[in-house]
Nanobody, 122 residues
Framework: QVQLVESGGGLVQAGGSLRLSCAASGRTFNTYFMAWFRQAPGKEREFVIGISRFGTSTDYADSVKGRFTISADYAKNTVYLQMNSLKPEDTAVYYC???????????????WGQGSQVTVSS
């Protein structure tokens, strides 16, 4: 079992930055592929960004390339989402997830955080 707890969301103006954290407990998360998804009101949950086991590779949605980065601190069992140049369309609830393989398919993820609201004002 893995428990994921997110923190760091909030309200920011367009062009600003936020960093989300996802702390994992239970089995160490370097056995999983870690990812961030987001869900805006009335829309499906979508893949944002992911990092492979041991951080050897990453994957990004086209909409966040060049603006968002993902990193992991394995000593702290924590993964981070750094969001820069935020846009109003980035407004959503952001979820941390852990899965067994590198995929953008949300159905392949076994564990989810509780979600963290990010609101970007124009």
């Amino acid at each position: 079992q893995v428990q994921l707890v997110e923190s760091g969301g909030g309200l920011v103006q367009a062009g600003g930055s936020l960093r989300l954290s996802c702390a994992a407990s239970g089995r160490t998360f370097n056995t999983y592929f870690m990812a961030w998804f987001r869900q805006a009101p009335g829309k499906e949950r979508e893949f944002v960004i992911g990092i492979s086991r041991f951080g050897t590779s990453t994957d990004y949605a086209d909409s966040v390339k060049g603006r968002f980065t993902i990193s992991a601190d394995y000593a702290k069992n924590t993964v981070y989402l750094q969001m820069n140049s935020l846009k109003p369309e980035d407004t959503a609830v952001y979820y941390c997830a852990a899965g067994r393989r590198m995929t953008t398919d949300r159905n392949e993820y076994d564990y989810w955080g509780q979600g963290s609201q990010v609101t970007v004002s124009s």
